[in-house]
């Protein structure tokens, strides 16, 4: 019989070890599923993938030089006034 690995997670430890001493057969948790959240429409997704694909683009070819650099350095200000 394989020994399987014991999770990080110490809850899901706690689990596996009551039903080990219970006698209860261990199954599987699923892994990154949300139970209670609805299938996403493929067309709506696709739509804002799209969108979010051509958003930055479309965004910087809107803009002037000037303001591309007023945003860029404003960036840049927040970026190095973080304390450490």
């Not at 394989?2 to 599987?28: M, R, Y």
């Not at 479309?58 to 803009?63: D, I, V």
Request: hydrophobic residues 35%.
């Amino acid at each position: 019989m394989k020994k399987k690995k014991l999770s990080t997670d110490v809850n899901v430890n706690a689990f596996e070890i009551l039903k080990a001493a219970t006698g209860e057969p261990t199954e599987e948790p699923p892994k990154n599923k949300k139970v209670d959240q609805p299938e996403k429409n493929p067309a709506a997704v696709a739509l804002g993938r799209l969108g979010g694909l051509k958003g930055g683009k479309a965004r910087a070819a809107k803009l002037t030089t000037k303001q591309r650099k007023a945003i860029a350095k404003e960036a840049a200000r927040a970026r190095w006034s973080r304390q450490k």
